[in-house]
């Protein structure tokens, strides 16, 4: 515990940007779904994934600097198993980046009520196995995204925040309709903590995680075990 806290103490800067960060993706994502429903649809579908995507965007670019900009533990786990996150910083980023989902959902709550399940992540008509495997494919899409623009130096310098983001906003658009798109557990986590809403909710964990470490995998056999990313 006392090695815990010191790490904590020692990057407080990172996990405090984690935790802010994964709130403004949470409130605003999930916001977006719940205020559409309030308005009747005012907002879109397509809307919600312009959100979505667009808050990714600007988080990377207004705080990415600062910690990284994971903001998702499966990312988070995923730059610890490809050698760019210390093994020390995994359960301080990820504890943060599930505090800051929570408080997001609070948030929200207190303030639109309890509508849409507070954007909560389920299956459509309950058919988990369809979106273990779409979250599945989808995270491994983003995490390969993430690796390719973001942190292999040969990439084009200042558009990572660009793909990633439309990454997300992508993948939302056409896949929200039936797994909700999350690709992150935080995120899923924070409407079904505040919101009691835990159907399927392990599929939402399991299927980013995998999906994340398959893209370590995958990218690693195109950058010679990432050691080509420093050329």
């Not at 389920?122 to 369809?130: A, E, M, T, V």
């Not at 909710?201 to 470490?213: C, D, E």
């Amino acid at each position: 515990m006392k090695s815990f806290l010191k790490e904590v103490s020692q990057c407080r800067r990172e996990v405090l940007a984690e935790g802010i960060g994964t709130f403004i993706l949470v409130f605003a994502g999930t916001g977006a779904v719940m205020v559409n429903d309030i308005s009747q649809g005012a907002v879109t579908h397509i809307g919600i994934s312009f959100v979505f995507g667009a808050v990714v965007t600007a988080l990377i670019y207004g705080i990415g600097h600062i910690s990284g900009a994971h903001f998702n533990p499966a990312v988070t786990l995923a730059f610890w198993k490809s050698g760019f996150l210390p093994k020390r910083r995994v359960l301080p980023y990820i504890l943060a980046q599930l505090i800051g989902a929570i408080a997001a959902s609070a948030f929200l709550l207190i303030s639109l009520g309890r509508v849409a399940n507070l954007g909560a992540t389920l299956p459509l008509n309950g058919n988990w196995l369809q979106s273990l495997v779409l979250e599945f494919v989808l995270t491994f899409i983003l995490m390969f995204i993430i690796f390719g623009s973001g942190l292999d130096r040969r990439a084009h310098i200042g558009f990572a925040g660009l793909a990633i983001g439309l990454t997300v906003g992508m993948e939302a658009a056409f896949m929200g309709p039936i797994t909700g798109a999350s690709m992150n557990p935080a995120r899923s986590l924070g409407p079904a903590f505040v919101g009691g809403i835990w159907q399927y909710h392990w599929v939402y964990w399991v299927a980013p995680i995998l999906g994340a470490q398959l893209a370590v995998v995958v990218y690693g056999q195109l950058s010679n075990g990432f050691r080509d990313f420093n050329e």
